[in-house]
């Protein structure tokens, strides 16, 4: 059974740096891996994925923030997020897939329960 553990959540101010962490057990390590997040009230979106390989792709607007990175011999992933500002405020969730392609577009198969990230302005 695959699962995924986030952790990192917490509250910063404006400005500051966070960096999430999530644990896979039971996973191949071999396809997709994302970070989602949801807003309060709003719908969830892609803030970055990355394949085996390390190839990464960004929501446009978080790019030059955010960064997604995943070790596959230890099945971690993990997104370092600089600058941040009031609406990066949600609950960040990591997800896997089987696939390995077209990671910025495919359904994911396994998701965490998410970790809760609030920025004060």
């Known amino acids: 059974q695959v699962q995924l553990v986030e952790s990192g959540g917490g509250s910063v101010q404006a400005g500051g740096s966070l960096t999430l962490s999530c644990v896979v057990s039971?996973?191949?390590?071999?396809?997709?891996m994302a970070w989602f997040r949801q807003g309060s009230g709003k719908e969830r979106e892609r803030v970055a994925s990355?394949?085996?390989?390390?190839?990464?792709t960004y929501a446009v607007s978080l790019e030059d923030r955010f960064t997604i990175s995943r070790d596959n011999a230890k099945n971690t992933l993990a997104l370092q997020m600089t600058s941040l500002k009031p609406e990066d405020t949600a609950v960040y969730y990591c997800?896997?897939?089987?696939?390995?392609?077209?990671?910025?577009?495919?359904?994911?198969?396994?998701w965490g329960r998410g970790t809760q990230v609030s920025v004060s302005s």
């Open positions: 990355i394949n085996r390989a390390g190839r990464a």
């Open positions: 039971g996973y191949s390590s071999s396809g997709c």
């Open positions: 997800a896997a897939s089987l696939a390995g392609t077209r990671c910025a577009y495919r359904d994911y198969d396994w």
